[in-house]
């Protein structure tokens, strides 16, 4: 079985102004993931989540390593996306354990949080 | 199932993607086999320091019965468990003296005229890395890249 471990490395937080926090959340996600090193039955992966409201007026970013384990297959299943469309699910696995952080630091800037599910690739 | 000491000498074949990570990997392996041989000489030395008038006597068990094809101590585990440790150290010397011998050598296979693209299979026999075949065959995977903007939902 895949297993995916999460280290997170760094946080960048900004708010360049005022935003109602009962405002509908409308954060958009900018993943970068690379890779970092890989074995047979190891790969890690560099990641950079950039969560942007559509006027920049607040920001989050958060970067680290992500270390998928498992056959070279389950490897290949976990970075590989179902469709065009669609994350692969490494990348809504480091979302997922990610959010908490994510939404505590949104809750302290007092800007609506970002949603919880990563849904589709934006055009 | 806890285990003790000794048991990540196993026989078998690994894949490495670059002999970068090949030579990090026999690092590991000779620190991991260090660090085993330490603890358990440490258990034995120990009690030699203490016992050590009595000489070998101290570690030879004389409980030992044969089971079925499996030697058994059921009436002295203190001085089994130590037989089989001091066992066990023996066998270690010259799997870590083997090994070391191969990271300190492992210049002159990295100085080989290898393909780039090529990718590499170790084999380990008891521990001991023993063989490496230069595999052509099998190409490194392209290194993993994804840039995307995502949406994100309830």
Do not use: C, H
């Not at chain 1, 270390?67 to 469309?85: F, S, V």
């Not at chain 2, 008038?53 to 009436?75: R, T």
């Not at chain 2, 066990?88 to 003296?97: D, G, H, N, S, W």
């Amino acid at each position: 079985m895949l297993e995916v471990a999460v280290l997170l490395e760094r946080i960048d937080a900004t708010k360049t102004e005022k935003i109602n926090e009962n405002s509908p959340s409308n954060f958009n996600l900018n993943v970068s993931l690379s890779e970092k090193t890989r074995s047979a039955e190891a790969l890690v992966l560099n990641f950079q989540l950039d969560l942007t409201t559509p006027q920049s007026t607040a920001k989050i970013t958060l970067a680290g390593n992500a270390t998928l384990k498992g056959t070279k297959d389950e490897i290949q299943g976990g970075i590989t996306a179902p469709d065009d469309n669609r994350p692969p699910q490494v990348l809504i696995t480091i979302y997922e354990r990610l959010y908490g952080t994510v939404y505590l630091i949104a809750s302290a800037m007092k800007v609506p949080p970002p949603l919880p599910n990563l849904l589709k690739k934006a055009p | 199932m806890v285990g003790e000491t000794g048991v990540s000498m196993y026989s078998g074949v690994i894949r490495f993607y670059t002999l970068a990570d090949l030579r990090r990997y026999l690092k590991e392996l000779l620190e991991r086999y260090q660090k085993e041989f330490d603890r358990s000489s440490n258990v034995i030395g120990s009690l030699l320091r203490v016992e050590g008038q009595k000489g070998m006597e101290v570690i030879m068990s004389k409980g030992w019965a044969k089971v079925g094809s499996i030697f058994v101590n059921i009436s002295e585990p203190e001085k089994g468990s130590m037989e089989v440790v001091f066992q066990l150290v023996t066998e270690m010397k010259p799997r870590l003296a083997k090994t070391e011998e191969v990271l300190k050598t492992f210049e002159s296979v990295e100085q080989l005229p290898i393909p780039e693209e090529a990718t590499f299979l170790l084999y380990l026999r008891g521990g001991v890395p023993e063989r490496l075949v230069v595999d052509t065959t099998e190409p490194r995977p392209v290194p993993y890249a994804l840039r995307g903007k995502f949406t994100l939902g309830p």
